[in-house]
């Protein structure tokens, strides 16, 4: 079994265009990019295109994990219910003898699109570097690691992983989450409170290691 990774939904939409098409559905994640390049011409491809970085969770009956479903009030049967537009693996309302049904796994069942998980809950940090004292804040997911935290930190220091990680003045475990690292989520008091979140934003510090290790 891989490493199961997290996403936030603003880095699901980010991958919004024709050349890069991520959606999320019932808390997972799905990289569609490829099913949409094999149907480029397909006019049933653009339900899907439209859609590209968002949530297409109300597509799906949460129990069956199924498209949803309706009784076609034309015929009385049981058929798929797309009110934003039919789209591929579908079946036409009506029997058609152009209907091509050999493809196998439908794409919303087939697990070779599945990158990772929807985050349950998003968090946001002050990465502080004490050796040049550039500070960002990063949305990160509550289920990241530290680790996972560092990688999304490359882009802003090629050397990140040159540098001891302390909160609080206490060394990070780079394994373990923020909650596990002691770094509290404090949305419920801060709404308690009324209070905005990012009003008090936790800082990590990266204390240098006069080393040019790159991860």
Request: charged fraction near 25%.
């Amino acid at each position: 079994m891989g490493f199961l990774k997290y996403y936030t939904p603003r880095e699901v939409s980010s991958h919004s265009c024709f050349n890069d098409v991520w959606v999320s559905y019932l808390g997972e994640v799905h990289d569609l990019t490829s099913l949409v390049q094999e149907n480029k011409g397909n006019i049933l491809i653009w339900p899907i295109i439209t859609s590209a970085g968002k949530d297409i969770s109300h597509w799906f009956d949460p129990e069956t994990k199924d498209i949803r479903t309706h009784i076609d009030p034309m015929t009385g049967c049981k058929k798929y219910y797309t009110p934003y537009g039919r789209f591929l693996h579908i079946p036409p309302p009506l029997p058609r003898t152009d209907w091509q049904n050999d493809f196998g796994c439908p794409w919303w069942k087939d697990r070779k699109y599945h990158i990772g998980s929807l985050t349950i809950k998003t968090r946001n940090i002050r990465i502080i570097n004490t050796l040049t004292s550039q500070e960002n804040i990063l949305e990160v997911c509550s289920e990241d690691t530290m680790m996972d935290i560092l990688e999304k930190c490359i882009k802003y220091n090629d050397h990140i992983n040159s540098y001891t990680w302390k909160y609080d003045s206490t060394e990070m475990d780079m394994s373990k989450t923020l909650e596990e690292n002691g770094v509290r989520d404090e949305d419920e008091n801060f709404f308690a409170m009324r209070m905005e979140r990012d009003d008090w934003i936790p800082a990590i510090h990266l204390y240098y290691n006069d080393d040019l290790t790159e991860l």
